[in-house]
Each structure stands twice: as structure tokens, then as C-alpha cells.
């Protein structure tokens, strides 16, 4: 399995950025997704997750209302729309695979993209 995160960047406070991480090498609908993200010294931290045909999601009470995950299962993608960005948004922000759904715990994620960069200016 392969996950490949993109579209972070440096971005003021109350703006938007959109992630996006292209997998390969499984059955992508059939599997759970989600976005995890980690602070400099902090853990890594659940952001969101998303079932296998999309239509359930599930957020930490810290983004909710702001970001929005979302998958297109024919372009085998997962998205993070995130929007009102805050400072303490900054981190590395990871997709993972999990065979569950809806899973918020990092032991429940089997595989792992490599993570991109959002830093938000205030």
C-alpha cells in the first residue's frame, strides 16, 4: 500500500488549504481512511475519518465545523478541506489506511503516507 499526501503549505490564519493523499496498492473502497496530524513535540494526533463508501465521517471536536473529509473512491483519493485554518493547526498531517471504519486511534491504522506540511501564520 502506498499513500501519497500533498497540498500542504504556509497559509494565514483564517484561510483554507485542501489535502489531498493518492493511494495505490490495495482495494481503496474497501478499506477506512483517515487523517492524523502531529505538532512539533506533540503526539500524533486523530484529525478525521471517513468510511469506506463516504458516507460517514468522524471528527476531533478541534476541527469539527472547519475541516471536511471527503474520498473519491474511482480516483482511489482522500481529501482534507480544511477552512477558518488556526495557528495551533500547524503540523505534519498524515492519511492513513485502516481496515476498520471510522477508526480514531492510531493502532487501528495499518499503513501510512508520509505527510505534508501545513503551517499557519497568525
Known amino acids: 500500500v502506498q499513500l501519497q499526501a500533498s497540498g500542504g503549505g504556509l497559509v494565514q490564519a483564517g484561510g483554507s488549504l485542501r489535502l489531498s493523499c493518492a493511494a495505490s496498492?490495495?482495494?481503496?473502497?474497501?478499506?477506512?481512511m483517515g487523517w492524523f496530524r502531529q505538532a512539533p513535540g506533540k503526539e500524533r494526533e486523530f484529525v478525521a475519518a471517513i468510511s469506506r463508501s463516504g458516507g460517514a465521517t468522524y471528527y476531533a471536536d478541534s476541527v469539527k465545523g472547519r475541516f471536511t473529509i471527503s474520498r473519491d473512491n474511482a480516483k482511489t483519493t482522500l481529501y482534507l478541506q480544511m477552512n477558518s485554518l488556526k495557528p495551533e493547526d500547524t503540523a505534519v498531517y498524515y492519511c492513513?489506511?485502516?481496515?476498520?471504519?471510522?477508526?480514531?486511534?492510531?493502532?487501528?491504522?495499518?499503513?501510512w503516507g508520509q505527510g505534508t506540511q501545513v503551517t499557519v501564520s497568525s
Open positions: 492513513a489506511v485502516s481496515r476498520l471504519n471510522l477508526a480514531d486511534t492510531r493502532d487501528r491504522y495499518d499503513y
Open positions: 496498492g490495495h482495494t481503496f473502497s474497501t478499506y477506512g
